[in-house]
Nanobody
Framework: QVQLVESGGGLVQAGGSLRLSCAASGRFFSINAMGWYRQAPGKQRDLVATMISGGTTNYADSVKGRFTVSRDNAENMVYLQMNDLKPEDTAVYYC???????????????WGKGTLVTVSA
């Protein structure tokens, strides 16, 4: 059973910073990608940032230059450093991973339960 547990959300004023962390636990064979998505009230879940195992990153245009995704592969952790936060960044942030549970399994997506980030004007 794969579990993703996020931490680090909270309330911050516009222009401030937060750092989200996510730990993957359970039994799995290999991780392809880890990263973050977010869902604002009344909107769909959208990509924020991801990093694949080779280190290639992918960011939403709205966060480029402000957010940085990083991974600790030894600890199966992914982080999201968020700087210069804006009210429009307010959302529930979900940790994401694409992994395979065993050498014979196919890669599939897993999600955390989410952590709320609220940015006040």
């Amino acid at each position: 059973q794969v579990q993703l547990v996020e931490s680090g959300g909270g309330l911050v004023q516009a222009g401030g910073s937060l750092r989200l962390s996510c730990a993957a636990s359970g039994r799995f064979f290999s991780i392809n990608a880890m990263g973050w998505y977010r869902q604002a009230p009344g909107k769909q879940r959208d990509l924020v940032a991801t990093m694949i195992s080779g280190g290639t990153t992918n960011y939403a245009d709205s966060v480029k230059g402000r957010f940085t995704v990083s991974r600790d592969n030894a600890e199966n952790m992914v982080y999201l450093q968020m700087n210069d936060l804006k009210p429009e960044d307010t959302a529930v942030y979900y940790c994401y991973t694409n992994l395979r549970a065993s050498w014979a399994a196919t890669y599939r997506d897993y999600w955390g339960k989410g952590t709320l980030v609220t940015v006040s004007a």
